[in-house]
């Protein structure tokens, strides 16, 4: 090796980390006024549930009070509970959705 060469040292890069985006529950809260059928339709049209899967979580609702229909990114959560509690006051009821972080 003469004086002009240069050893090459491998550069490392470090990729910054990417977390992910923290998850957000929509839950459906119990009313005394809604009907069932009604609830059931806002599900399968809002998130896209099955008859079974849209009758289930409203079951669950109904006797626990509450019910977690789908976690996703804050966003989507937002924007999917306000559409189906906007649906409900179009039908005239008091249907309610909301949303919380997931822990």
């Given amino acids: 090796m003469s004086d002009n060469d240069v050893a090459a040292k491998p550069k ?3 990729k910054p980390k990417l977390q ?3 998850l957000y529950k929509v ?3 119990n ?3 809604t009907p069932r059928e009604f609830v059931v339709m806002v599900l399968k049209a809002v998130f896209r549930m099955s008859e079974e899967a849209g009758y289930r ?3 669950t ?3 626990l009070g509450t019910s ?3 976690v996703c ?3 989507i959560a937002e924007t999917k509970a306000k559409e189906a509690t906007d649906l409900g006051k179009e039908g005239g009821y008091p249907l309610l959705f909301t949303t919380e972080p997931e822990e």
Avoid: G, N, W
Wanted: charged share 35%; proline share 4%; no cysteine.
């Fill in 68 to 70: 977690v229909v789908v």
């Fill in 61 to 63: 609702a109904h006797k």
């Fill in 20 to 22: 992910r985006p923290k």
């Fill in 31 to 33: 009313d005394d006024y």
């Fill in 27 to 29: 839950i459906l809260v």
């Fill in 12 to 14: 490392t890069r470090s």
């Fill in 73 to 75: 990114a804050r966003d």
């Fill in 57 to 59: 979580v409203m079951m």
